[in-house]
């Protein structure tokens, strides 16, 4: 009985470690200028916590073999345990658990500390039951108010958002269903919701986060690779939740100020 | 001291009742309340497992006809992973390791007839019991069950117009938490109290089982934790039915205004999360204390460090309830706190890994001895590292932006709450069958059982970290609308086909209890040559659990194979001890 337990314990052990080291299911490309140095920190947290799970796995194989009753080991040890080797290990798991926070946080700091650039390119999102809108501020880069009480989802659009036409600052927004932004620049996404909590996912861009109803969320992140990437919800919205995806399309400096223009150019 | 215990027990020892009703059904006998919670946990854990089997066959056929709900819907997906949720959570592993085996054994362990309050412990049961009555009632009530997850989220779980399952079903749902938290309340005040006041001469703190002493830090973390969920509850409930706002800022439903303004749906995830996460330690401290036990029993050796383990429970206890924010890195909450929280949630691990190491410690040298409680106990220790590595990852805020919410996150709670709790019930469950019923389960079928269940466990959850990694969401009823969850799908295939067959083999299980309750061989008072109290009295143990003797204790609860020693164990009540070094 040892033996199949150590048997089984190291093929768990090694077939799941194969499918990690295999990489055969992985992390999409980054393609946002954070990806690299968060996904270095996802590799050095893999080979440590891969280390102490493959170990701790290994020994639980062996030992239960080594000492079963009929064994080589005739007599149990009559030990109360070690006090060194308990200090031991507690120190040592103590280091490794808060190095491994320390080396992340400044990564952590970079993401979420600071406020976007004042060049960053500006987008508003807006997440309702079960649909993204991004709203941009156009040329006098403010953007104009929404009512509540005007919204009608639908209409769609700048509707759906409950513009409110008579205040000059809307005049110039531009409201689209698929989100356009200029590659290697630094984009600051307001995120909002309407009715529940929603929350914006572009895997590739290593970005996530809440939007929720009452709250105007500032985020930022710099695209550093032209495509088109998916979003999806990443918060429980509703029954919809599952279809609730968009589209970010990353593209060069001219052809997101040409896409801009001819939106503003539809509206007039 | 002796005066003030036999003075105790004397006021504690209720005569044995006669009749069925008095003896069965209201009983004040903390044995067979301990056996109502537990066939209550054994009910809810078939319910919530069949739910899940509908949920797998649903993920990967999406068009198939189930039983009892016909054709899934988006909505009908989302409900039965509610229900699952809260059913498991609340009926399975808070029911069955503390309300079950705590309410059996804690008494007896100890060396008392009884809890402190008799009359406390039946009413807690059966507000438990009403609130699984009120909980499934939301399946058949009109709309449905609730669709917001079993961490309902407001504004989603506070507003009838959210989507189908958030009227009466949504209504019932909250109230069946309230009632629920009310019974863990006056089940953990009990606890308490008997272990503090109920203890046999001799029984001192450092002299109690881990068992007990992680069925009393348990309770203390319930009394602390289920007092701010009850409160959240009925504020939700204000929010749902009397028009406040606690939860709810200005929100429109399809553009309509729903009449709430000001609320703050953050402060329904701060009080949710501060029971939510000590909640996973209520799940799984008893566990742990089943399998320290276990492994030391099984491998005939004192337990490796208990003053660690004991200082280990205390800290996971104190910690538990200081890492709650780390479920909100992505909820908008200030991103300072999320560096604090991931400090501590970080440090949480230490005591984690001094149990393991302790666990692995104790299985050397020793003379381990195979018998089915014990490879559970094994299972439980290799489970609980595969389920506890994956939580550094999801600690640290940098990479939690990716993970959260996938199914990596799945697997890390399920893994280490979920099926490592149920191999500590699975283990207790083999270990004090022969005291609680006075026979032994079938050997041949339980190893069989435990094979196919270690086995599946990794197969049904290992692969949903590679799933997870691949952002694989959570809560998608389909995966045909986002391209890289649709490429996924072969894994979510493999998924279903092991739950299929983990699922199919807990029926060997329930055949073997109830078949060994009256076809098992006759047990012996003793027959693992245990040293706890449980195992100096008769099997099954009398309605004052010692026949009106007191025990007395003279040793520690893991005196094995001591040099010199007539037998491998010594018992707690032998005469004390003085061994040769």
Request: net charge neutral; proline share 5%; aromatic share 14%.
């Amino acid at each position: 009985m040892g033996l199949v337990l150590l048997v089984v314990i190291w093929l768990i052990t090694l077939v799941s470690t194969y499918f990690f080291v295999a990489k055969t299911w992985w992390l999409p490309a980054g393609a946002s200028a954070a990806a690299a140095g968060i996904d270095h920190h996802f590799t050095v947290s893999f080979y440590l916590m891969g280390f102490v799970f493959v170990a701790a796995q290994l020994a639980l194989g062996y030992l239960v073999w080594k000492y079963r009753e009929g064994g080589s080991s005739q007599k149990a040890s009559y030990s109360h345990g070690n006090t060194t080797l308990e200090v031991v290990w507690t120190v040592l798991t103590t280091i490794l658990f808060v190095g491994m926070n320390l080396a992340s946080s400044s990564i952590w700091a970079a993401e979420r500390f600071r406020a976007a650039e004042a060049n960053a390119v500006h987008v508003e999102v807006t997440g309702m039951q079960f649909a993204w809108y991004f709203r941009y501020p156009g040329p006098d880069g403010k953007f104009g108010l929404t009512k509540p009480e005007l919204e009608d989802a639908s209409a769609g659009g700048e509707a759906a958002l409950g513009l409110d036409t008579h205040d000059p600052a809307s005049k110039d927004d531009v409201v689209s269903g698929v989100m356009v932004v200029p590659v290697n620049r630094e984009i600051e996404v307001i995120l909002r919701a309407q009715d529940v909590i929603h929350s914006f996912f572009v895997p590739s861009m290593r970005f996530k986060q809440d939007a929720v109803p009452g709250l105007a969320i500032h985020m930022h992140f710099t695209p550093i690779q032209t495509g088109d990437y998916e979003i999806a919800c990443a918060e429980l919205c509703g029954l919809g939740h599952y279809k609730m995806h968009g589209i970010l399309k990353v593209v060069s400096q001219e052809e997101f100020d040409k896409w801009l223009a001819a939106r503003e150019a539809e509206k007039q | 001291m002796a005066t003030h215990e036999s003075a105790a027990h004397a006021s504690h020892a209720h005569g044995a009742p006669q009749g069925f009703i008095r003896k069965w059904i209201f009983s004040l006998d903390h044995k067979v309340i301990g056996l109502q919670y537990y066939f209550l946990a054994l009910t809810a854990v078939f319910v919530g497992m069949f739910l899940s089997l509908l949920m797998r066959i649903h993920l990967i056929w999406p068009t198939a006809t189930l039983p009892f709900f016909g054709e899934i819907k988006p909505e009908t997906y989302l409900s039965l992973l509610t229900m699952h949720g809260t059913i498991m959570v609340f009926f399975v592993l808070t029911t069955a390791p503390q309300g079950g085996f705590g309410n059996y054994f804690l008494p007896i362990q100890i060396g008392a007839p009884d809890m402190a309050f008799p009359v406390l412990n039946m009413l807690s049961f059966w507000t438990t019991f009403l609130g699984f009555i009120v909980l499934l009632a939301a399946f058949v009530v009109t709309g449905g069950a609730p669709l917001h997850g079993w961490t309902g989220y407001a504004p989603l779980s506070a507003l009838q117009s959210a989507g189908p399952g958030e009227g009466l079903g949504a209504d019932l749902w909250i109230t069946s938490i309230a009632i629920f938290c009310i019974g863990a309340l006056m089940g953990a005040l009990n606890f308490i109290t008997t272990t503090l006041d109920m203890r046999a001469k001799g029984m001192t703190m450092m002299r109690m089982p881990l068992t007990v002493w992680a069925w009393f830090v348990t309770a203390i973390l319930g009394l602390l934790a289920f007092g701010v969920l009850l409160s959240a509850g009925i504020l939700l409930l204000m929010d749902r039915n009397l028009g406040t706002s606690f939860f709810v800022p200005l929100v429109t439903v399809n553009g309509q205004l729903t009449g709430h303004k000001g609320g703050s749906p953050l402060l329904w995830q701060h009080l949710f999360w501060f029971f939510g996460h000590p909640e996973v330690y209520i799940a799984i401290l008893p566990a742990m204390g089943m399998c320290s036990q276990l492994l030391s029993v099984f491998s005939r050796k004192p337990i490796f460090g208990y003053k660690a383990m004991v200082y280990a429970i205390m800290a996971i206890g104190f910690l538990g309830f200081m890492v709650w924010g780390h479920h909100m890195f992505m909820s908008g909450m200030s991103p300072y706190t999320a560096f604090a929280f991931s400090i501590m949630t970080m440090g949480i691990g230490v005591p984690s890994a001094i149990k393991t190491f302790n666990w692995l410690g104790t299985l050397m040298r020793g003379r381990i001895r195979f018998t089915s409680p014990m490879l559970f106990a094994i299972g439980f220790v290799s489970l609980f590292v595969t389920g506890g590595i994956s939580g550094p990852f999801l600690a640290q805020p940098v990479l939690d932006i990716y993970l959260h919410e996938t199914y990596f996150v799945i697997a890390h709670f399920h893994l280490i709450m979920g099926v490592a709790s149920i191999f500590g019930i699975f283990a207790a469950t083999y270990y004090w069958f022969p005291k609680m019923f006075g026979r032994m389960m079938n050997e041949p079928l339980a190893k069989l059982h435990f094979w196919l269940t270690f086995v599946g466990a990794y197969a049904i959850f290992m692969p949903m970290h590679y799933y997870g990694m691949s952002a694989g969401l959570r809560r998608y009823s389909q995966s045909t609308e986002v391209a890289f969850i649709l490429k996924l799908l072969p894994i979510q295939r493999f998924i279903t086909i092991a739950a299929f067959i983990t699922i199919a083999s807990q029926f060997i299980f329930v055949i073997n209890l109830f078949w060994s309750m009256f076809k098992g061989a006759k047990a012996s008072d003793n027959p693992w040559e245990a040293t706890t109290l449980e195992w100096i009295t008769a099997t099954p143990p009398p309605h004052d659990n010692f026949g009106g003797r007191t025990p007395v204790v003279n040793n520690g609860p893991y005196e094995y194979s001591v040099p010199g020693a007539p037998r491998d164990f010594v018992m707690q009540s032998d005469p004390e001890i003085k061994p040769k070094h």
